[in-house]
């Protein structure tokens, strides 16, 4: 059985920092293109970073600068290190690991909230 499990959400004030943890299981972890999306109340999920297997990375222009993503082979773990946190950052994040294989495989773990607020 496939779980990710996000951890690391929580409160904190505009111009702070929180890193959002995803422990993956039930996959080859090193196969997949990992990625962190985010959905803010009233919007539509949007992508935030990723990182591939060969530990490319990309970034929404909203993230680039302020947000890094990483990943431990070792701990099947993917991280995201956000700064500089706005109000506007505020969201629901979600993990994604995504592969082909022929087709599309993705799975999603259930999400972690971020708040940024004074």
């Known amino acids: 059985q496939v779980q990710l499990v996000e951890s690391g959400g929580g409160l904190v004030q505009p111009g702070g920092s929180l890193r959002l943890s995803c422990a993956a299981s039930?996959?080859?972890?090193?196969?997949?293109?990992m990625a962190w999306y985010r959905q803010a109340p009233g919007k539509e999920r949007e992508f935030v970073a990723s990182?591939?297997?060969?530990?490319?990375?990309n970034y929404a222009d909203s993230a680039k600068g302020r947000f890094t993503i990483s990943r431990d082979i070792a701990k099947n773990t993917v991280y995201l290190q956000m700064n500089s946190l706005k109000p506007e950052d505020t969201a629901v994040y979600y993990c994604?690991?995504?592969?082909?294989?022929?087709?599309?495989?993705?799975?999603w773990g259930k999400g972690t909230l971020v708040t940024v607020s004074s």
């Open positions: 994604n690991a995504d592969r082909w294989v022929g087709n599309r495989v993705e799975y």
């Open positions: 039930g996959i080859v972890f090193s196969f997949y293109t």
């Open positions: 990182i591939t297997s060969g530990a490319n990375t």
